[in-house]
């Protein structure tokens, strides 16, 4: 018997037609780090950490968090090859601890993006009114520009442009390019003097070492989006690992780079600077050496960076509100999409929603856009994926204990469990830092708000779970499967509660 | 009532288009796999395939009466280490079903090719002939559910598809809330187990492309 007996004669039409639309690694990487949207951190996040709270060892923590998020991902993108719906952290849990627990982990998981969403707007707003009136010499409230913003991104998400993949892609790299320019431009300004405070490595142990790590970690979050495409990459077993690694290194390798750098730049003066100049630092510094033109495209980067997050921020809370809707688990409006696009129309609204809400108080009571929108929302968010990253470590142990074929030790033990550990002193050190991290006197409302609203929703999401247990077992068996549920309850097999038996 | 039915794949497609102008409700991606799970239905009701779980197996390797279907069962005849509902749906809602369905169309005279020059090359779609039977399929069911009458199998299919692909929020929008739980109800009772599965791994298809951006 040949050995081609067991093989198709010829090559199957199926197999390649389906090969043709696989995702290769730079497209993954290309995806996860706009997610990240890196100009973003590097020119918003970390000066306005540094004034907020005080501490300049940002570049290590880049890298310390860059190698637990490595050590973590090894066993994430194991589990994520065995599961339906992987780019969301709820279906991990549910499948690896409980179905409550994720049901818990999706609403908290809801809240965390949602709060990255309108940290944007805030950023955007405030960011963008000192630029306007230096350019077209006109004042605008933050706010009327960031309602502008979100009326942009509402409309995009609902109509789901196609184009925007492309466009985005020119412009990371442009951001990209830019971050590495101004960084090197640094190393030739006048007050450069190599910063060693920013590499050490004992204030990661030091007071304010959460700070620095959530502060870190929100850095680097879309990250985690790698996985959304498992199914549809040309390798499962290699491209979505090599994009995600390729994407934590580069993002890490940027940021610290470019942290250091700008630090260093201050010659010593790094707090007292990011404190009077805010986002402007990271632009100042560099303008020194490079004139007007590159300042004010830097400016203009910027700001399209900062649109980029909150497209891509909205459209990823769009569809974990539109996997939730499919399931059953929120109401089955949210699993609707706009027939024409497949835009995930409710969640697009609903969250369009929020954030109009959340820009009106902030406006009209108002309150900083840049530190207690922009920062306060973006470590919110920090928190939140930081408590969800390392539940989710605990649920690939969990699941790899009960299903154990198809990985070896390191994938199913050694790396989930280790990154398991460094993910619990992390968020050890985070809750215990909170104050440092909110630039807050310890015990002030942000500093309690913040858990107990993750706590509350979790607890929340457990109950609804519970209930959904008894009154639709069906639904409940579904958790976790996102738009795959459909493979067990159908929209039209869902009776209205009467009707059932 | 079901005298101008056609095969419930071409009802799906011109259900699935503007019947005055033509133009597709949904997306490429979307009016895919609604097609692909279309075909594999109609295959389901001629007897030649059954849908077992998240397989389907080949009972009657027999063509069918028309090319359509006996070219996607010959296809599965010469594939037969690809037995996954979900491989076969992605792989026909590639084109494949959108272009045998089409060509269909064109066959029985329900659909005319037009060539539209543009700056950027030919564009080539596909045009309802006769405004009324491309809106006939959409109406049925409206009227069927409006009465409280029962659909037949093919319609119940088209129905479940419709729901499936999103096409509901144009097809059946001007349901009432009774009549549309009534048609819910029908679907439940009446569509075999296999044809509510099929359906199933549509729906899911559909989700599958929203979260991975590609609907």
């Known amino acids: 018997m040949s050995t081609t007996s067991t093989k198709p004669a010829r090559p199957s039409q199926l197999s390649t037609a389906l090969a043709a639309d696989r995702l290769g690694v730079a497209s993954v990487v290309f995806f996860v780090m706009s997610a990240a949207a890196p100009l973003t951190v590097v020119a918003g996040v970390v000066p306005t950490g540094l004034a907020v709270t005080g501490l300049t060892a940002i570049s290590i923590a880049f890298l310390a968090v860059a190698v637990v998020l490595a050590i973590f991902s090894v066993g994430y993108v194991a589990m994520a090859r065995h599961i339906a719906n992987a780019?969301?952290?709820?279906?991990?849990?549910?499948?690896?601890?409980?179905?409550?627990?994720?049901?818990?982990?999706?609403?908290?998981?809801l809240l965390a993006y949602n709060s990255f969403q309108v940290a944007s707007y805030g950023g955007f707003g405030a960011i963008a009114a000192p630029l306007f009136a230096?350019?077209?010499?006109?004042?605008?409230?933050?706010?009327?520009?960031?309602?502008?913003a979100w009326a942009l991104v509402a409309v995009l998400g609902v109509r789901d442009v196609a184009v925007n993949g492309k466009v985005l892609a020119t412009l990371l790299v442009a951001e990209i390019v830019l971050v590495t320019v101004f960084s090197v431009v640094d190393l030739f300004t006048d007050?450069?003097?190599?910063?060693?405070a920013a590499m050490d490595p004992s204030s990661l142990v030091g007071a304010g070492a959460g700070a620095l790590l959530v502060m870190a970690v929100t850095g680097f979050v879309g990250f985690e989006q790698s996985v959304v495409f498992s199914e549809e990459s040309r390798d499962p077993r290699r491209t979505v690992p090599r994009a995600t690694y390729i994407a934590v290194a580069l993002i890490a390798v940027l940021y610290a780079f470019s942290s250091w750098a700008m630090i260093s730049a201050t010659g010593g003066n790094a707090v007292e600077r990011a404190r009077t100049e805010g986002p402007e630092l990271f632009f100042n510094l560099a303008s020194e050496r490079l004139g007007s033109v590159a300042l004010h495209l830097g400016h203009a980067l910027f700001l399209t960076s900062l649109i980029a997050a909150m497209i891509s921020f909205h459209n990823i809370i769009a569809r974990y509100a539109f996997s939730l809707g499919r399931e059953g688990v929120l109401p089955r409006a949210f699993g609707r999409t706009v027939p024409g696009t497949g835009a995930p129309k409710n969640g697009s609204l609903a969250q369009s929603a929020f954030g109009l809400i959340v820009i009106l108080v902030y406006a009209i009571a108002g309150w900083d856009p840049l530190v207690q929108l922009f920062f306060w929302g973006g470590?919110?968010?920090?928190?939140?994926?930081?408590?969800?990253?390392?539940?989710?470590?605990?649920?690939?142990?969990?699941y790899f204990a009960r299903h154990r074929e198809g990985e070896d030790f390191w994938h199913r033990v050694g790396a989930p469990v280790l990154g398991t550990v460094l993910l619990l002193v992390v968020t050890y050190l985070a809750l215990t830092n909170i104050d440092i991290l909110f630039g807050v006197a310890p015990g002030s409302t942000p500093t309690w708000a913040v858990p107990l609203a993750y706590a509350v929703l979790t607890l929340a999401g457990v109950a609804w779970a519970l209930i959904l247990r008894r009154s639709r077992p069906e639904i409940y068996q579904g958790i976790g499967m996102g738009a795959r549920s459909a493979s067990t309850t159908l929209s039209f097999s869902d009776p209205a509660p009467e009707a059932q038996k | 009532m079901a005298s101008s039915q056609l095969p419930l794949a071409d009802d799906l497609y011109l259900a699935a288009h503007d019947s005055a102008r033509g133009r597709c409700l949904l997306s490429p991606a979307t009016l895919g796999i609604g097609l692909a799970a279309g075909l594999l239905a109609e295959l389901v009701l001629w007897r030649r395939i059954d849908v077992l779980d998240t397989k389907l197996a080949v009972v009657d390797e027999r063509p069918t009466a028309e090319p359509a279907t006996s070219a996607v069962l010959e296809q599965l005849l010469r594939e037969s280490h690809h037995r996954l509902v979900r491989d076969w749906i992605s792989f026909l809602a590639t084109g494949v079903a959108t272009d045998l369905v089409e060509r269909r169309l064109a066959r029985a005279g329900h659909v005319r090719r037009e060539e539209k020059r543009g700056l950027l090359g030919t564009k080539v779609r596909?045009?309802?002939?006769?405004?009324?039977?491309?809106?006939?399929?959409?109406?049925?069911?409206?009227?069927?559910?409006?009465?409280?009458?029962?659909?037949?199998?093919?319609?119940?299919?088209?129905?479940?598809?419709?729901?499936?692909?999103?096409l509901d929020q144009h097809v059946l929008v001007t349901l009432e809330a009774s009549e549309r739980e009534q048609?819910?109800?029908?679907?439940?009772?009446?569509?075999?187990?296999?044809?509510?599965?099929?359906?199933?791994?549509?729906?899911?298809?559909?989700?599958?492309?929203?979260?991975?951006?590609?609907?």
Do not use: C, K
Not at chain 1, 134 to 148: K, P, Y
Not at chain 1, 191 to 196: L, Q, V
């Open chain 1, 191 to 196: 007050n450069f003097a190599p910063s060693g």
């Open chain 1, 134 to 148: 230096d350019w077209f010499g006109v004042e605008i409230q933050w706010w009327i520009i960031a309602l502008a």
């Open chain 1, 379 to 398: 470590t919110t968010g920090g928190i939140g994926v930081l408590l969800l990253i390392t539940v989710t470590s605990a649920a690939v142990v969990g």
């Open chain 2, 126 to 166: 596909f045009v309802p002939t006769d405004t009324s039977i491309a809106g006939w399929p959409g109406t049925r069911i409206r009227i069927a559910s409006s009465r409280g009458e029962f659909l037949d199998r093919p319609d119940l299919v088209l129905t479940g598809l419709v729901l499936a692909t999103g």
């Open chain 2, 183 to 215: 048609l819910f109800d029908q679907l439940r009772r009446r569509l075999p187990v296999m044809l509510q599965q099929l359906i199933g791994h549509a729906e899911a298809a559909v989700g599958d492309a929203v979260m991975a951006r590609r609907a």
């Open chain 1, 87 to 109: 780019g969301a952290f709820y279906a991990y849990i549910a499948r690896g601890i409980g179905r409550p627990f994720g049901v818990g982990a999706s609403w908290v998981a």
